[in-house]
């Protein structure tokens, strides 16, 4: 196996391997695009499971719009299309003839499905409308990188419709805290909700709420994002309903989304010198079972166990993979094992057997312990989840350590100096859009969010000296 | 509720009304293309749960490839491109440019897929791959319909690749058994399995495998195809791989896909005059709960009851809805539970509740019992499989009776002068397109398939006398 790059030689070099050597995904030949393998992809399917289950149990269900969108249904909300149509593809011919009015590939789905909704909605006893799609989108980027940023990419969009505002903004919230949650319980990686400025906000939305997450070179990275769409789309595409007085009045709405840059995030948030670290919840095999033997008869009789271990594993619902290749050493099925960031390997050979042992390697510690294969089930179920919370505890002490809070601009200059991330900047801000894209400009920073916590200690802005009620975070994003 | 056309005087109008009236999908404004509706994707999720599990227990991984394709590629493979260009979708700008080169939304994925499989191919060891992915495809079809044929459609397709020809071949019947059993033991649907002749191959495939279905109004609808491809992709984008004894060969190849046109299949051939009746297996509520109240006091307590029953039920597994609503009567819900095919209905009223009984309505016989309320989880969940049995048996008797022997072709163009299907016609063939051709011309029937029955009679043309060696299935078609 080729070794990788250090993380701290080259971050990005090292992910850029990380993911080719893991097979989680490969570059497509139409550039910036990406063909996800059976591995990355199986990260994904536990992801969009677990993420389903949670829509559904706050009451979603999911629909299919159509892909294909008339250009001219961008153009009804002015900062809709004029954030997007920068990154449009159009279809202009179809079935050998040029069409009449070209199609764009939806970069996003509020015009295709507020035109629907105008169908949908008459009274507010349609309401409220609470769908989720799992779809492909295309934007047509500049710089892509695998996962995090490629011109298609798979995602889920939920678009409701809601018949008062507080209605609206409680499940832009709602669904806010319905991603934190995803990104701590499922992903281990810690999180921080907040609100985008203005110069961040989706186009179209009055506000938009996000979490960011830390990577492993201190740069943020946006893991998902809940918009109050405000009466936006109805207005565009003349969306009333008669509410309860019997007036008319235009439709609330949100959209909310997350993608496959989750992968990338799980990579970057978690990744070491040797590789992935996956967590346990989202790991495709959660336990590898690696045999060690020289003859046949051993093969045999630790294969036998290696089996019968496994199977148990299963029982409990534990996602098992027993490497049984002849091909390759044990030595080299430990690399791999973590490479692909396994979260537990059990190596097992003829002495172990005898002695009624397993030893069992960690990933997230790096280390081993030999254990009684009495009660290994019982262990290795309770050892997931310690691995979660460990992983979740390490990523939280990283952040903590690279978060720093920033009170002159000498001091914010200077971190923001440096090649690569400064972490998460804790600085005033006097709240223009003007002071925020000179800092930007001077420094590559960008305010990754205005938290929704409560540290709300009064100051003045970092490079303009005007007022600010609190701080907010920033940082170097992906 | 509007009442639906009758499905005898207007099979096509009635599919159409039952689509959109049991909120199933929608036409998009792009022509052709298609909304799938929450009660409709439901079904969809249903049959990907289904479909998705006997992949993975027969050895398949999901993956996911671009949906732009480069439009040489598709030239590389000649029948491929002959078969797939009148009916492609052409991206010609991005990002406000022009693209060099134009890039088609996949058709079908064999030829992105093929190109990537030459990177992954080197020796027999990496064989063989075994890759399904969900996925929506374009094809620029004249004529749509909701489900059955529609520009934009979600389906999954499966792409092996194999070291020996007689690999690939089990591997294409393997899979094509996996549809037939998924039609009879999820659908209640009876089909056919056999092989399609020259002239209805996939475009590029050795042999094109299928599974023929009778709709209630006797036409024939194909519900999945198995291609065994050969090595044609194989040589198209130059995949070789190092055999066992060193020597080089090129790697052969299956396709497989069902789509979201299955559920149209769903619709037809269980459907009748008060809508849809769909399998309990499939069903997005098994069983629906209408409560039966005037006074508020009666609404509490026959909802109490319903609600644990619904509980009851739910913690077997059953999908269950209980209708509350206050906004419309019961017999507005009854009609509307038949509408959307809902399998089991119960009714509870005060008197029922006194009684301990409940009232417990059949969607597939269309009949109503009182039962005991003691046991009523344990009757509804073998029930639900005694109705799936029955819907079964329902369909294999219509198609049997719709399936006839035709041996003169006087016979033959009488059957199929009329109106509307002609039911399956088993007649001998001469095995030439050209004979099959002007049949069709003369009848508008097509062969349906060459079922792979051991039904091998032999005979004469069926028009033109010639020698033959087994009766094949003449129909009309969706």
């Given at each position: ?16 391997e ?9 570059y ?9 393998r059976?591995y ?29 969108i008339?250009?001219?249904f ?18 202009t ?6 069409l ?5 590939l ?16 008459q ?8 769908y ?12 892509t990188?695998?996962f995090l940023?490629?011109l ?20 832009t919230?709602?669904m ?27 186009a ?11 990577m492993r ?9 809940s ?19 019997g ?5 609330w ?18 990744g070491?010198a ?9 790991a ?11 003859t046949?008869d051993?093969?045999?009789?630790v ?6 271990i ?9 996602r ?14 430990f ?15 003829p ?18 312990e ?11 179920t309770?050892l ?52 925020e ?18 540290d709300?200690e ?16 920033f940082?170097?994003?992906y």
């Amino acid at each position: 196996m080729p070794k990788l790059t250090a993380p701290d030689a080259d971050f990005s070099a090292w992910y850029n391997e990380v993911v080719r050597e893991a097979e989680l995904a490969d570059y497509a030949p139409v550039r910036g695009c990406m063909v996800i393998r059976p591995y990355g992809y199986a990260i994904w399917e536990n992801m969009q499971r677990a993420l389903d289950g949670m829509f559904k149990a706050t009451g979603h269900e999911n629909v299919y719009f159509p892909m294909l969108i008339p250009q001219s249904f961008l153009a009804r909300e002015a900062e809709h299309v004029e954030g997007f149509a920068p990154e449009l593809a159009v279809v202009t011919h179809g079935g050998g003839k040029e069409l009449e009015e070209p199609l764009v590939l939806r970069p996003t789905s509020e015009t295709i499905i507020w035109n629907a909704y105008k169908d949908w909605i008459q009274s507010y006893r349609d309401l409220p409308l609470l769908y989720n799609q799992w779809a492909n989108v295309v934007r047509w980027e500049l710089r892509t990188r695998l996962f995090l940023r490629t011109l298609e990419f798979l995602w889920q969009e939920g678009h409701t419709a809601h018949a008062t505002a507080k209605e609206a903004q409680e499940e832009t919230e709602r669904m806010l805290d319905v991603y934190r949650t995803f990104a701590e319980d499922w992903m281990a990686v810690p999180v921080i909700p907040g609100i985008k400025t203005a110069l961040e906000r989706f186009a179209g939305a009055v506000e938009t709420y996000c979490i960011e997450a830390m990577m492993r070179d201190t740069r943020a990275l946006q893991a998902g994002t809940s918009h109050f769409l405000g009466q936006n789309f109805a207005k565009a595409f003349d969306v009333q309903f008669q509410n309860e007085q019997g007036g008319l009045d235009y439709v609330w709405a949100t959209s909310w989304g997350v993608s496959t840059r989750l992968i990338g995030a799980l990579i970057m948030a978690h990744g070491d010198a040797n590789g992935l670290r996956l967590p346990p919840r989202l790991a495709p095999h959660q336990v590898g079972i690696i045999p060690i033997y020289k003859t046949d008869d051993q093969r045999n009789g630790v294969l036998s166990v290696a089996n019968q271990i496994a199977d148990d594993l299963r029982a409990k619902g534990i996602r098992v993979k027993v490497d049984d290749r002849d091909t390759v050493r044990p030595g080299f099925k430990f690399n791999e094992a973590e490479l692909r960031g396994i979260p537990v390997r059990i190596e097992l050979g003829p002495r172990d057997i005898e002695q009624g042992n397993v030893v069992v390697f960690r990933r997230d510690l790096g280390e081993k312990e030999t254990m009684s294969r009495d009660g290994v089930v019982e262990r290795i179920t309770a050892l997931l989840d310690v691995i979660h919370a460990t992983m979740f505890r390490q990523a939280i002490a990283f952040r903590d350590a690279n978060t720093h809070r920033v009170d002159t601009w000498d001091d914010f200059k200077e971190r923001t100096s440096v090649e690569g991330g400064c972490g998460f900047l804790l600085a005033h801000w006097d709240g223009t859009s003007e002071t925020e894209t000179r800092i930007n400009e001077e420094t590559k920073a960008t305010i990754r969010c205005i938290p929704l916590d409560d540290d709300r200690e009064e100051g003045t802005d970092i490079l303009t000296g005007k007022p600010s009620k609190r701080r907010v975070i920033f940082a170097k994003a992906y």
